[in-house]
DNA sequence: CGGTGTGTTGACAGCCATCAAGAGCCGTGG
DNA sequence: CCACGGCTCTTGATGGCTGTCAACACACCG
C-alpha cells in the first residue's frame, strides 16, 4: 500500500528495512473517490495526511469570481498534503481529477516518526521541499514563458514523474485533466489552452488524445519548454 | 544573532529554553553582504544553510535568453536556503537585493538537530512549508489577477511579514528593490511594473519613492490584490 | 562633467482573454 | 431505438492587457 512511497523516497536516499516498516503501518484506512471530488477543502484543520494511490489530484485556490488556479498536480505515491501536518489549517484545497485510491496516516503518528525516525523525518521534509522547488519552477516557467512553453514544460514534468513511478510506456502516459484543468493549471484560458495543444499537435511534437498523452519528439518538446529535470531532485544520496 | 529567528518561529509555537539555545549556539559565522550579490548559485552544493539577519534576499532563476524570475523575496529573519540542507544541489540562485547580514548554520548541526530535537526541527519544518505556502499564493495571484492585483497583492504581503518582525512604521516600512526586480517577481516588464505603481499612486493607495513604501489605503489595496493573510500561518499553537 | 542606473512616458504590436457558435461524445430517459 | 442535455473539444472574430521599443529626466558617482 505504501509501497510507492517507500519506492519514491528511496529514489531521493535509501530506507532501513525498520523504515520501511513504520511507514507501512503508519496508514490507517484507505479509500475510493470518484473524479471532481474535493479530498480536502480550504479552511479545513484535518488531523491525517492523505497519500495518494492511484489517480491523480490537484491542489487549487478559488478566487473571489470563481476563478480557480491549480498549484501543484499530483500522481500516484505523493504525499498531497503532509503540509497540513504542521501548517495545521489548509490555505488551499485539494480535489480528485480522476477516480482515486488514497490512503490516511494520522498526524499523531506523523509526530511520533518526527521523534523517533529522524532520517525517516528528513526525507518526509524532503518529499516537501521537492514540492516546493515545483513550485518555483512553475513560478519560472509562468512569469517568463509563452502559453507554448508553459505547456511543453508541463508534459516534460509529468513525463519525468509518470516515468519515475513506472506509469509511462515508452513516451505515453495516461493525464485524466480536461483542457479547462490544464488552464487553470498554466494559468491560461481553456480556448487557448486548445490553441496551443493543437500547435504542438500540429508541429509533431506530441498526440494527446482522450487523456492519453504521446510524445512524439521529447528533444524538441523539452527546448519550448526550456526543460531541465534538476529541480525534481532525482538523485540518490545520503539525505 | 539568531534571535530574529527565534522570535519568528515562537510566532507560530512557542519553544522551550532549551530550543532556544540550541539556536542560539547553531551560527557559525556572521558576514556582510553588498547589494546585487550571490549568496548562493544555481547548481552549488552548500555545506550550510544561509540565515539572513538584516536586509532582503531573492531566489532567482536564469532563463536560457539572460531573463530572470524572482521565485522569493526574504527579509531579516528568513531561513533563505534551508532547502539545501536536504535538497543538496542548488536549483535556484539566491542573491542580495540590498546589503545585507548573513549568518550560516552547518548542515552537520542541522543534521543533529534534527536526531535530537524533533520538535524544534518541525518548525524549521514548518518555516520551509510557509515557503511554499508562499509559493502556492504567488502562482495563483500570477496566474489569475491582472498586474495591478499582483503588485497590491505583493505590497500587502510584505507588509503583513515586515510587521511580523517590528520593521514597519505605521504602514510605511522599506523595500529596497527596483522596479527591474519588481517585475522580475511578478513576471511583468519594468515599463508595466512603472505604470502599475504610477496607477496605484495616483489612485491615492499606496506611495512608493526612494524604496519606502508607504500605504495610503490598506483596505483598498487589499481588495485590489484580493489579500487574504490566511496563507502566512501566523498563528500560535502546539505544532 | 560624462557615464551609469533608475524612473517615467508615449507609440505600437502581439499574445492571449473573451465571446460566440458548432461538433463530437456519452449517459440518461422516454 | 432515438432524442436530449451536458460536457468537452474546436474554431473564428474581436478586444484588451501587457510587452517591446524609444526617448528623456533625474540622481548618483567617479
Known sequence: MSELLIRKLERRDLLSREEKNVLRNAFVRTQTLRADEDIVHEGDRPAESCLLLDGFAARYNLLADGRRQISAI?????????????LKTMDHGVMTLSPV???????????????????????????????????RRWLTVMGRSTATAQMAHLICELHCRMKEIGLCDDGAF?????????????????????RVLAELRNGGVVKWQQNEVTILDLERL???????PGYLHLRQEPR
Chains 1, 2 share one sequence.
Open 74 to 86: 499530483h500522481i500516484a505515491g505523493d504525499f498531497v498534503d503532509l503540509h497540513s501536518f504542521l
Open 222 to 228: 523539452g527546448e519550448i519548454g526550456e526543460f531541465d
Open 101 to 135: 485510491r488514497v490512503t490516511f496516516v494520522p498526524h499523531a503518528t506523523l509526530a511520533q516518526i518526527s521523534r523517533d525516525y529522524p532520517h525517516l523525518t528528513r526525507l518526509l521534509w524532503l518529499s516537501t521541499l521537492i514540492d516546493s522547488a515545483i513550485h
Open 174 to 194: 495516461h493525464v485524466p485533466m480536461t483542457q479547462e484543468e490544464l488552464g487553470d493549471t498554466l494559468g491560461l484560458s481553456t480556448v487557448h489552452v486548445n
